[in-house]
């Protein structure tokens, strides 16, 4: 701490940084000092906030139930957002946690991050990003909320901790994935224009580049094609 900070804070007390704004004003501390003050107590209360934060968590994760898979889908069981929202409503609000999802769509790409908040401020980010889901005979917007539906989803399982297997992500990899030539060709594709592979998966939302659903082999086509174009231009 600085010479004029330690001037005003009391002997052998440990103090709130407000107490000590406080005692500055008294003092007709200057500007510069009462600056650094604020600063201080500004850090201070930062650092109390995601204390709070942490402790909140531990505890709604020792109380929140496992999550139930009430859907079902091709061969598995899940859990829709909407039943994963009301299995963790009340341990959320007991521990004073909430959360808000906030969504980027440039066209090509979406991003969904789940913000968790504690009552004191402090928050978490989680990022999933995808492209949109054109399986089936989804429109636009359909193919755009089904992707968002998705990105929330497993953005509050990876934000909350919550364990439920992740069974349906599972079965979205493991079933129907595209062919070996498919996934050479695609990893050709990615060198071919300097690009890279773990960035491209992770847009794809998938682990592996072997992993990419056989429905979605189109999006990731036309994802190439455009990198193909670009890189031809340079």
């Not at 930062?46 to 009430?70: C, H, M, N, W, Y």
């Not at 991003?111 to 009552?119: D, K, L, Y």
């Not at 996934?183 to 072997?210: G, W, Y």
Request: charged content about 25%.
């Amino acid at each position: 701490m600085t010479n004029a900070v330690s001037k005003i804070e009391p002997k052998g007390a440990a103090v709130n940084p407000m107490t000590m704004v406080q005692l500055a004003v008294e003092q007709n501390a200057d500007v510069d000092k009462l600056e650094k003050l604020l600063s201080l107590h500004e850090r201070w209360e930062a650092g109390e906030a995601r204390k709070a934060f942490l402790d909140a968590f531990a505890e709604f994760q020792s109380t929140v139930p496992r999550i139930q898979k009430t859907k079902d889908g091709h061969n598995y069981k899940y859990a829709p957002l909407s039943d994963i929202a009301e299995q963790i409503r009340a341990p959320l609000q007991a521990c004073g946690l909430s959360y808000r999802f906030d969504i980027q769509d440039t066209g090509e790409i979406i991003s969904v991050t789940c913000i968790v908040s504690h009552r004191q401020g402090h928050q978490e980010r989680t990022t999933m990003t995808g492209a949109p889901d054109t399986s089936g005979s989804k429109n636009s917007i359909q193919s755009r909320g089904s992707a968002v539906s998705y990105l929330q989803r497993y953005s509050l399982v990876g934000a909350l901790g919550l364990t439920t297997a992740d069974e349906d992500m599972d079965a979205r990899m493991t079933k129907g994935a595209i062919t070996s030539e498919q996934a050479q060709s695609i990893r050709d594709r990615l060198q071919a224009t300097d690009s890279d592979a773990t960035a491209f998966c992770k847009a794809m939302n998938v682990p592996d580049i072997e992993a990419i659903p056989a429905s979605r082999y189109g999006v990731a086509d036309s994802a190439l094609a455009k990198k193909e174009k670009k890189h031809a231009g340079n």
